[in-house]
């Protein structure tokens, strides 16, 4: 049976690993091989590596680091930040990543979903979405520009439509992040994960909130998506991937050993 | 480990540039274990290498326009060493692939078809085991716990060829072979210790074992 996926996330910043709370406050964590290495040999399904800079100052960010990752991890991983077009993503491709993820530039410009579909293959498209709940008007709203406070914005989309639209231009992945719980480590967004699963027939992954084992099992179980990724609860400690294998497995959760 | 990374040295493996994106991570792979490894599209140097990989990310339509191009189509046809064939690369095995209604290599029978999920998430993307339906030295120490890691739509149905299978939604060929001619659907490249015992597998494969196969 095809197995659940976990999936640590490790935010970018000059090639070094950081972390922030609800996207702010970024903290240095450690170089980036290492900790992809040991991640890849702790048990991790895959990795995916975000620049958070990237896409928010508009500047030409080296990515020599993807080769490095390449060269040492035999898992599959996904670079996502700044790809604005076919160009950009073949040269993270050929650097060795084995997906792309696109975010605020899929807003901006939702043809280019279609145009990396054509070039690459779906397999190889994941499509982003920050997604905020506003407890006024009740309604999950996408977010761009979310890797830099003084340019967030809220756009036009509700999250579901999104969802729906993103897969017609040919998405082959979607990473739904909940910014109401990221970095808060109270659990995944179970309703909208619930919500957005009924709607989304590509693999679905779930982003934001993880901050004990049983949070997993409840968003593979209950949310039934295919992968959960995390963040914090990895980069500190809190949780070893190994130990969270075991219990994930205990729960009937099928999980690779 | 040593010991292996020695030997292996000695053996020399091209990859055969198709000109789609994506060769690093087997090239590193192939690196890793320690081969004298190369990325080729020259006649010469693929038909003189002790094994070959077809890799693969992209269409089967696309990279047979590339092959085609290149003037690799009889060469990769009449090679004599052990040649794996990765993803798309096993699929450009067979007679047809329908993404692209366009015709392959033709080194293993079958034919490349939409992958029939009844009703699973499409791709088939993530982890998941095999079932090995022949003994071949090519699945040496494969377990029915081991997980391999799969990204793909387009499948090929199960044959006299298939040497393992895999189960979403249908059972598919996960491995085929025939003769000197083997294809992985999933990427061995990024299986972890799995991958790595099958790629090794791959390495250590001499002409004599795959004799009768």
């Not at chain 2, 329908?98 to 992958?115: H, K, M, R, S, T």
Request: proline share 3%; net charge negative; charged share 20%.
């Amino acid at each position: 049976m095809l197995a659940k996926r976990l999936i640590p996330c490790l935010d970018v910043r000059d090639g070094m690993v950081v972390k922030g709370v609800q996207f702010r406050n970024h903290e240095v964590i450690g170089d980036i091989v290492p900790l992809a290495r040991r991640y890849a040999e702790e048990g991790a399904d895959e990795l995916v590596f975000y620049d958070i800079t990237a896409s928010s100052d508009g500047r030409v960010v080296d990515k020599s680091w993807v080769r490095r990752i390449a060269e040492v991890i035999d898992i599959p991983f996904c670079v996502a930040g700044g790809i604005k077009s076919v160009e950009d993503a073949g040269r993270i491709l050929e650097l060795g990543a084995d997906k792309i993820s696109v975010n605020s530039p899929a807003l901006a410009r939702p043809e280019l979903i279609q145009e990396l579909n054509r070039a690459y293959g779906q397999q190889c498209v994941v499509v982003g979405i920050d997604s905020f709940f506003d407890k006024d008007t009740g309604l999950y709203q996408v977010y761009q520009f979310t890797g830099d406070e003084s340019r967030t914005a809220k756009t036009r989309w509700q999250t579901v439509d999104w969802v729906k639209e993103v897969q017609r231009l040919g998405a082959g992945e979607i990473v739904l992040n909940c910014m109401n719980q990221d970095g808060v480590r109270q659990g995944y967004d179970l309703a909208q994960l619930k919500l957005v699963r009924d709607a989304c027939k590509v693999p679905l992954i779930a982003s934001g909130g993880a901050g004990e084992m049983s949070h997993f099992q409840d968003v593979f179980l209950q949310a039934d998506v295919d992968g959960a990724l995390a963040a914090s609860v990895f980069h500190k400690g809190i949780i070893q991937i190994s130990d969270l294998k075991q219990f994930l497995l205990a729960a009937k959760v099928e999980i690779r050993p | 480990m040593t010991d292996l990374l020695a030997k292996n040295s000695q053996t020399s493996l091209v990859i055969v540039d198709t000109g789609c994106a994506n060769i690093t991570s087997v090239y590193c792979a192939i690196e890793r274990l320690g081969c004298r490894v190369a990325i080729s599209s020259d006649a010469a140097v693929i038909q003189s290498a002790d094994k070959v990989i077809i890799p693969g990310v992209g269409t089967a339509a696309q990279a047979m326009a590339n092959i085609s191009a290149k003037n690799l189509v009889e060469v990769l046809q009449n090679l004599t060493q052990p040649t794996l064939g990765i993803c798309l690369g096993m699929q450009l095995m067979t007679d047809y692939s329908a993404e692209g209604d366009v015709a392959c290599l033709g080194l293993i029978p079958g034919q490349v078809l939409p992958l029939e999920a009844k009703g699973l998430r499409l791709p088939h993307m993530g982890w998941n085991t095999l079932a090995k339906t022949v003994n071949h030295p090519l699945l040496h120490g494969l377990t029915a716990t081991d997980y391999v890691y799969f990204v793909h739509s387009f499948a090929v149905a199960p044959s006299e060829f298939m040497l393992a299978s895999c189960d979403y939604g249908s059972q598919f060929a996960a491995i085929i072979g025939k003769g000197n001619y083997l294809g992985m659907q999933f990427h061995p490249e990024r299986s972890s210790s799995v991958g790595r015992k099958l790629l090794q597998n791959f390495i250590t494969l001499s002409a004599t074992d795959l004799a009768g196969n």
